[in-house]
Each structure stands twice: as structure tokens, then as C-alpha cells.
């Protein structure tokens, strides 16, 4: 559990209305929050550093399928920063999520924390309200960022990215070199803009699973999908050899759950994917799954959303330490 849930002073998570507008839109109404996240990460990393990765990542985004590049190019003209570029196409972190069918029948709820590093990530979290062709939907984001981790369409779907392991066999930082040069050459988007672009126009959690999985990334990961049905519970796995779907428990951590040789990411990934299990299985709910090893020094975040009540619960952390308020959404499905 949080160590400081129920503190009276830990402030509110901002949600914002931007529409259409995109990351610009995004970082145009949190500037603030995206100027400290930016100094934290040159505390972390120098501004050289970020200035390199920067260089590198405007190469790689040249070439590039993803729809949202010029938003990333302004939104990072826009903040004029070292490390402004290269933080939206980082995906650098460990998670822990399920697809858990609800005990009493309403629905599938997504369970999901998000694990980084990085520092305060936790405190600059925010809420995004976004529209695409099938409807509205909310993001759970940072100010500029393009992508989306996590995210809820009231009445369609709930859905979140995981970071899939190092490929094995072989030493762990090799594989980690082989990895990063097969990014280098792909010219797909990357994950998280196939994300929302799937919560922007697929219209039902059936489409959203088809296109998750069929739909080419720059790098394997694991995908967790909620939908309004108890049926629509689904983890995807994918990577150079194609896509896996799995079920009973849809569960995932960041490491293959079929006997493919790899390196997990994050601490206990076998660990914190058992924990969830069980929280399925019991039918935990209001963050009462939050414990050891799911929650680690690492932890920023903590997500609930429910497709069919159209419902989101969020927490931003620091390790087991609470850093905002709770912030519990309704968004009525269209």
C-alpha cells in the first residue's frame, strides 16, 4: 500500500482538454512541468548527453513512419532544451499491468503501474482528454509527450504498453547493443504512437486487439488490452518472430511468458508478475494490489481505468511514497 494515500496535501493531478491538438496542445497548457521534468533529466543524464541523444533521435524520427512526427519536432522547437527530443522517444522503464475481469461482473478493469528511474515523473504526471475519429479518450502522460502509455476510451477499451526484455541467449549488455541497432534500422513507429493511434480510430476492443497485433513497431513489447466485455481481457506480446496473445491471467511484466530466452527489465519481473496474478485472482481493486514487488524504488506510477464505466483511478509515486493526491475520473461513454 502507499505510504502517504490518504495525506491531505499532496497535490491534485492537473486533466486537461486538448482535443486534437496533440503534444504542442499538451505541452502548450503544462509548460512548467515539462521545464522541471527536463532539468531533472539533465541532472541524470548532462545536457551533453541529452544534446547527443537528441541528435540521434532527430535522425531516426527523419525516417521514420510515425504519424506524430512533426508534433514531436514543434513540441521540441518549442521547448528549445537539451534532452526535448530525445525523452519522447525514450522507453526506458518497467511496468506491471493485467486485464482482470471484475468480480461482480462490470466489466474488465486494467491494472497498471509504471516503473523509471528517473525522478519525478510521478509528481509531473498528467491527465490528457483527447479525441480521435471513433471518439473520445483519456491519455495518462507527460507535458509534450506524444505517445501514449496509458490510456482509456470510455466504452471501447483500456490499454497500456509494457517494455519487453533484452533478447537472449548471450551476455545481457551485447544483446542490449544488438537490440538498440534493430531499432536504428526500422522505419516503423514506435509503440507507443501505434497506441494512440489504435485509441483514436479502432471502435471496439476486437479491432483494437487485430490492430495491436498486426500493425508493425520499432521494437517488441508488451501490450495489455481491457475491454467492456469479460471475454476482452488480452495481453500481447510481440517481437522479431511476430505477435503472441495471452489469456487467463492476462498479465504482464517485462519478460516473455513463453520459454523465449531473454533478459527481464526492472527488478523481479517473474516476481511482480505473479503478485498481479494473485491480485486478479482475489479481485483487488482501489489500489489495494499496490505492495511489494509490484511496487519497487522505481514505481512513478499506479493506473486503474474501467472501459465499461467509463472510470479512471491514478496515483503518482515515488517508490511506495504517494506524490499526488488520487485522482478519480468519470468519463461518461458516447
Known amino acids: 500500500m502507499l505510504s502517504s494515500a490518504d495525506a491531505p496535501d499532496l497535490p491534485a493531478i492537473p486533466v486537461l482538454d486538448i482535443g486534437e491538438g496533440g503534444a504542442p496542445a499538451l505541452l502548450k497548457a503544462t509548460r512548467e512541468r515539462a521545464e522541471r521534468l527536463l532539468a531533472v533529466a539533465r541532472r541524470t543524464y548532462s545536457a551533453p548527453a541529452l544534446r547527443l541523444a537528441d541528435s540521434l533521435c532527430a535522425r531516426w524520427l527523419d525516417r521514420n ?40 461482473g462490470g466489466g474488465v478493469t486494467l491494472l497498471r503501474t509504471l516503473d523509471w528511474a528517473m525522478d519525478d515523473l510521478g509528481a509531473a504526471v498528467v491527465v490528457a482528454r483527447m479525441r480521435g475519429p471513433a471518439g473520445p ?21 483500456a490499454v497500456a504498453l509494457n517494455q519487453a526484455p533484452i533478447s537472449g541467449p548471450g551476455l545481457r549488455p551485447l544483446r542490449w547493443v544488438h537490440d538498440r541497432r534493430a531499432v536504428w534500422a526500422s522505419t516503423a513507429p514506435p509503440p507507443d504512437h501505434l497506441l494512440r493511434q ?5 471502435p471496439d476492443a476486437t479491432t483494437a486487439l487485430h490492430r495491436l497485433r ?26 522479431v518472430t511476430g505477435a503472441r496473445i495471452r489469456q487467463d491471467p492476462a498479465v504482464a511484466a517485462n519478460h516473455w511468458r513463453a520459454d523465449i530466452p531473454c533478459h527481464p527489465r526492472g527488478r523481479d519481473s517473474l516476481g511482480r ?21 509490484i511496487v519497487w524504488p522505481a514505481t512513478r506510477l499506479a493506473v486503474e481505468a474501467n472501459a465499461t464505466a467509463g472510470t479512471l483511478l491514478l496515483q503518482g509515486m515515488e517508490g511506495a511514497r504517494a506524490v499526488t493526491a488520487p485522482l478519480r475520473l468519470g468519463e461518461s461513454p458516447p
Request: include cysteine; proline fraction near 9%.
Open 273 to 293: 508478475w505473479k503478485a498481479m496474478a494473485a491480485a486478479v485472482e482475489a479481485g483487488e481493486r482501489d489500489l489495494a494490489w499496490l505492495r511489494p514487488p
Open 65 to 104: 513512419a510515425t504519424p506524430y512526427a512533426t508534433e514531436i519536432r514543434r513540441a521540441a522547437r518549442d521547448l528549445g532544451a537539451p534532452g526535448a527530443l530525445a525523452l519522447n522517444l525514450s522507453h526506458q522503464w518497467a511496468c506491471t499491468a493485467a486485464a482482470a475481469p471484475d468480480p461482480d
Open 137 to 157: 479518450f483519456v491519455a495518462v502522460t507527460w507535458p509534450g509527450y506524444a505517445g501514449v502509455l496509458t490510456g482509456l476510451a470510455p466504452g471501447r477499451f
Open 198 to 202: 489504435v485509441l483514436e480510430t479502432a
Open 214 to 239: 498486426e500493425a508493425p513497431v520499432c521494437v517488441p513489447c508488451i501490450l495489455t488490452v481491457a475491454g467492456v466485455d469479460r471475454a476482452e481481457a488480452w495481453t500481447i506480446e510481440k517481437d
